[in-house]
């Protein structure tokens, strides 16, 4: 089935779907970098999916495969970074610029904010 179609079957509906009171959608879907209700960032219907998320206290980069969509098990590929910011930031943005150069600025912006989220405070010295 392409994924036109079923985006047109899952858009209006689907449990992912995060709706506001000013008319603001949002999506709450492994894959969506931006967490935007659109064709172009949803990981439900797009084959070639990237995804940022904390894993402990590392950045843990998914990327699906094209060729096993159909097989579960194998269908995603997962990387866990424990660089400092910028390193992480470099190598994700090296993987997902020859995968989904499109995503490359939202993945970045996702594993930075992931790596600050899970940066553990420094004490202050008196």
Known sequence: MSSQLVW???KGHNS???KAAKGIVFSAEAGNLYNKH??????LVNAK???VAADGEAVKL???RVKNASKPSVSKFSMT???HSRGVCAAVGKQVSSYRPDLKAAAQARAAAVHKSIRVARANKK
């Open 8 to 10: 047109e079957c899952i």
């Open 16 to 18: 992912k779907l995060r």
């Open 38 to 43: 659109s064709y172009k960032y949803s990981g």
């Open 49 to 51: 999916t990237v995804d």
């Open 62 to 64: 998914t990327v699906g």
């Open 81 to 83: 970074m424990k660089k």
